[in-house]
């Protein structure tokens, strides 16, 4: 089964202009914690509180997910994307999905 995730997250923090936020997790569709591989999110909205981020994924189920958000400046060179890391969302505590079939 595959599911359509939404994975939102409400930046507080200023950001600068080069700044991305992307998500990565211990699933395949999120690069397995690879940092090249994280999915960057999209910039959907500004409140007086901070920058909301977004994008939809799909994921494999039924499984337990563990992901966590990063603030990074992405450089593509041909092909490949690396990420100068500036901050890990929640560094030691991992968020949690779980995918189950009801």
Not at 3 to 20: A, G, I, N, T
Not at 29 to 46: A, F, H, K
Not at 59 to 71: A, E, L
């Amino acid at each position: 089964v595959i599911y359509d995730v939404e994975f939102r997250v409400l930046v507080k923090e200023k950001l600068s202009p080069s700044d991305s936020v992307l998500v990565t997790g211990s699933c395949e569709q999120l690069g397995e914690w690879t940092p090249n591989r994280c999915i960057p999110l999209t910039r959907i909205d500004r409140t007086e509180d901070g920058e909301i981020w977004s994008t939809n994924i799909k994921v494999n189920g039924p499984q337990r997910t563990f992901y966590r958000y990063v603030i990074a400046q992405i450089i593509r060179t041909d092909d490949d994307m690396n990420l100068i890391i500036k901050k890990c969302k929640n560094l030691f505590i991992f968020f949690c999905l779980n995918i189950l079939i009801e």
